[in-house]
């Protein structure tokens, strides 16, 4: 068990990507503290994962509020008496379009939370994580580099290529005291988001779901698309202690769509 004895927090957990990572942690031996802003979801997911509740404690969380960030990594540590990584899938995901129509106030909604609610998050966990060294794990997107021609998210890329870009400073900058920050790319990856998004477009289009999803893997080396499973599994790999050597990378996780 990778995670055994370490605490994860685990931000933006819903009923795709989030879960799968708090459900990893525990699987994998840890304790997983989850955040979102919907207290009900996160109730459930938490039941899901641990019946019993002696392996996970959950709080609702708005990452664009500094002190409620901070109540979660406090929550870490006085329910589980340490903090070991944090792995931030929290993310704004739904403005589409590119910047010659930019609504620009969108745009720093975007970025506030996907770019400062990232790094408010990360610094609420610093304290915790300076105590034994640890790992923060970024959820970024393939989108930030190689823009898709299917649908235009540029506000979404650019937060997630800002965050990345931070990546590089907070892996010099935490070094030191032994913390490793790292992100994780998915490219199209199967999960509710994709599944929604198949689903409509094959209904808009008058076409079957399965000729929306060849259209979406017809560039992939894997005939398949990576499952929000696939990039949990990546993502706990860089919270253990297996990636003890590893920081200021980038891993996509893709099928071989964009190969770096």
Request: proline share 4%; hydrophobic share 45%; with cysteine.
């Amino acid at each position: 068990m990778s995670l055994a004895g370490k605490t994860v927090v685990v931000s933006g957990v819903g009923p795709g990507l989030g879960h799968r990572v708090a459900a990893a942690v525990v699987r994998e031996g840890g304790d997983a503290v989850l955040g979102a802003r919907t207290a009900a979801q996160l109730a459930g997911s938490a039941a899901r994962i641990d019946p019993g509740g002696r392996h996970t404690a959950h709080l609702a969380t708005d990452i664009t509020d500094e002190a409620q960030c901070g109540a979660l990594a406090a929550l870490a540590l006085e329910r589980f008496g340490r903090l070991d990584a944090v792995v931030h899938v929290a993310a704004l995901d739904r403005h589409f379009g590119g910047v010659e129509d930019a609504d620009l106030d969108a745009w720093r909604a975007v970025l506030d939370v996907n770019l400062l609610g990232t790094l408010r998050m990360t610094r609420a966990c610093l304290p915790g994580l300076k105590e034994r060294g640890g790992s923060v794990v970024i959820i970024g997107t393939q989108s930030s580099v190689s823009a898709p021609s299917r649908v235009r998210q540029a506000a979404y890329a650019a937060s997630k290529g800002a965050l990345t870009s931070a990546m590089y400073s907070m892996a010099r900058e935490f070094g030191p005291h032994r913390i490793r920050v790292n992100t994780v790319l998915p490219g199209w990856m199967w999960g509710p988001p994709v599944q929604a998004y198949v689903r409509s477009t094959a209904l808009a289009g008058g076409t079957s779901e399965a000729e929306v999803l060849s259209g979406l893997t017809e560039r992939m080396a894997l005939p398949e698309p990576a499952t929000d499973g696939d990039v949990a599994e990546a993502a706990v790999f860089l919270a253990s202690d297996r990636a003890r050597a590893i920081t200021g990378q980038s891993l996509l996780v893709n099928a071989g769509e964009v190969m770096r």
